[in-house]
């Protein structure tokens, strides 16, 4: 299982290192919409799940990315 930041940071194509759980669509010009869409299939794809619209459009910071897989068990 990838490591939550470092899909992120694949689907950005940024460093993982340089990523913080306060970025997001306001601090990454690569966050855009397209990536929001990219970024919930890698994790539907990598964890398994199958995410709901609002879970989709909640996806715009790491912390709620980590919010969203922490609802459906994944740490």
Do not use: C, F, K, N
Request: hydrophobic share 50%; aromatic share 2%.
């Amino acid at each position: 299982m990838q490591d939550v930041a470092q899909l992120i940071a694949s689907v950005l194509q940024v460093d993982p290192a340089r990523l913080s759980d306060e970025d997001g669509v306001e601090t990454l010009e690569q966050w855009d919409s397209l990536r929001i869409v990219l970024l919930a299939s890698m994790i539907e794809v990598s964890y398994g799940l199958t995410l709901q619209s609002e879970e989709i459009d909640s996806l715009t910071s790491v912390r709620a990315v980590r919010a969203v897989l922490a609802r459906h068990g994944v740490a």
